[in-house]
């Protein structure tokens, strides 16, 4: 589908694609190098392969990220300072380069704080609740990141985890709004809106993809969802600090 979406395209010469996403935007950059492209909702570019770098793209494709650089190393560090928390479970699909990523970060950040990781994979939706199962007894909070299959069962995770008494950290607002107990995010609006204003330098001003830096998010909103936290056994703000009940 997204490659007879690119046809079409490139057959009535558009001129400028807009992709949503890893996946569309690495269809659309294989499959033209003179229409430019631009691309959110995009985690890692640079392993993407679709740009050389995130300051100088190099090509005819850049845009906005949704992951802030400093999101999963925060998030990492509001465990381990507010909530005490030694081994966090994560569940992704490995198939998924940007998840890929983003858990490497978490490990990395896990590891400089003394913490471990524990992973389970999936590969649809599906899997979700099983995956998430297989870690009980083995961690001692959730960190969801923003990985399509798990995003689309996170249900599965919040009845695990408030079944279990887990607090689970979300790698996005909309999920902790879901049922999650917390997340650093940002408003996906925003990132489509920068993404319109750099199509505008481009269409309008005349403006270099190959020379207009990819974008992050904007400053990061940490959020608490006091629901979550009591379905999950969290004695809330106990003496001025979160932690679980025992």
């Given at each position: 589908?997204?490659?007879?979406?690119?046809?079409?395209?490139?057959?009535?010469?558009?001129?400028?694609i807009f992709a949503n996403a890893t996946?569309?935007?690495?269809?659309?950059?294989?499959?033209?190098?003179?229409?430019?492209?631009?691309?959110?909702?995009?985690?890692?570019?640079?392993?993407?392969?679709?740009?050389?770098?995130?300051?100088?793209?190099?090509?005819?494709?850049?845009?906005?990220?949704?992951?802030?650089?400093?999101?999963?190393?925060?998030?990492?560090?509001?465990?381990?300072?507010?909530?005490?928390?030694?081994?966090?479970?994560?569940?992704?699909?490995?198939?998924?380069?940007?998840?890929?990523?983003?858990?490497?970060?978490?490990?990395?950040?896990?590891?400089?704080?003394?913490?471990?990781?524990?992973?389970?994979?999936?590969?649809?939706?599906?899997?979700?609740?099983?995956?998430?199962?297989?870690?009980?007894?083995?961690?001692?909070?959730?960190?969801?990141?923003?990985?399509?299959?798990?995003?689309?069962?996170?249900?599965?995770?919040?009845?695990?985890?408030e079944s279990e008494g887990l607090p689970?950290?979300?790698?996005?607002?909309?999920?902790?709004?879901?049922?999650?107990?917390?997340?650093?995010?940002?408003?996906?609006?925003?990132?489509?809106?920068?993404?319109?204003?750099?199509?505008?330098?481009?269409?309008?001003?005349?403006?270099?993809?190959?020379?207009?830096?990819?974008?992050?998010?904007?400053?990061?909103?940490?959020?608490?969802?006091?629901?979550?936290?009591?379905?999950?056994?969290?004695?809330?703000?106990?003496?001025?600090?979160?932690?679980?009940?025992?």
């Amino acid at each position: 589908m997204l490659q007879t979406i690119a046809d079409t395209f490139i057959g009535n010469d558009v001129d400028l694609i807009f992709a949503n996403a890893t996946p569309a935007a690495q269809i659309m950059s294989s499959s033209t190098a003179d229409i430019p492209i631009l691309f959110t909702s995009v985690t890692d570019p640079e392993g993407a392969q679709l740009v050389d770098s995130l300051d100088s793209p190099g090509g005819n494709v850049t845009g906005t990220m949704d992951l802030h650089p400093d999101a999963i190393s925060q998030t990492v560090e509001l465990m381990s300072e507010e909530f005490d928390i030694e081994t966090i479970g994560m569940i992704y699909n490995a198939g998924e380069q940007n998840s890929e990523y983003q858990v490497s970060i978490a490990e990395e950040t896990a590891d400089e704080l003394g913490m471990s990781v524990q992973t389970a994979t999936v590969q649809t939706s599906a899997d979700v609740q099983s995956a998430t199962e297989s870690l009980i007894g083995n961690i001692d909070a959730i960190y969801i990141i923003t990985d399509n299959e798990v995003v689309s069962g996170l249900d599965a995770v919040i009845g695990v985890a408030e079944s279990e008494g887990l607090p689970l950290f979300v790698g996005e607002l909309d999920s902790v709004e879901a049922g999650g107990l917390a997340g650093f995010g940002f408003s996906y609006y925003d990132i489509g809106y920068k993404t319109g204003e750099m199509a505008a330098d481009v269409l309008v001003n005349g403006e270099d993809p190959a020379t207009l830096s990819v974008e992050f998010p904007p400053e990061l909103e940490l959020v608490f969802n006091e629901g979550a936290a009591e379905r999950m056994g969290l004695d809330w703000m106990k003496n001025g600090k979160p932690s679980l009940t025992t």
